[in-house]
């Protein structure tokens, strides 16, 4: 069983950065796909990244393309998103997600992440 614990969520003005990260208690990380999703309220979650074990592959949501990036670092069982130019839009509730597949094209990832809350003001 993997635990996922995200941190960095927060209150932030538009055009604003946050730096999400999400730390996982297994070593075998280094061998999952992990990714983030997002819930805003009333809405379904919806896929915002994705990246490969290797981290050589990466997907993004088109909306924040060129805004969001998605990172790893396999040596601290952690993943990353780091958010610029953030907007109203951005904000929900941010879940990490791994799945035991080092290179998972799907969104039914095994194990999530409690979420942390992202709030973006006009």
């Known amino acids: 069983q993997v635990q996922l614990v995200e941190s960095g969520g927060g209150l932030v003005q538009a055009g604003g950065s946050l730096r999400l990260s999400c730390a996982a208690s297994?070593?075998?990380?280094?061998?999952?796909?992990a990714g983030w999703f997002r819930q805003a309220p009333g809405k379904e979650r919806e896929f915002v990244a994705a990246?490969?074990?290797?981290?050589?592959?990466?997907f993004y949501l088109n909306s924040v393309k060129g805004r969001f990036t998605i990172s790893r670092d396999n040596a601290k069982n952690t993943v990353y998103l780091e958010m610029n130019s953030l907007k109203p839009e951005d904000t929900a509730v941010y879940y990490c997600?791994?799945?035991?597949?080092?290179?998972?094209?799907?969104?039914?990832?095994?194990?999530w992440g409690q979420g942390t809350q992202v709030t973006v003001s006009s």
């Open positions: 997600a791994v799945h035991p597949a080092p290179d998972y094209l799907g969104t039914r990832y095994s194990y």
């Open positions: 990246i490969s074990w290797t981290g050589g592959r990466l």
């Open positions: 297994e070593r075998t990380f280094s061998s999952y796909t």
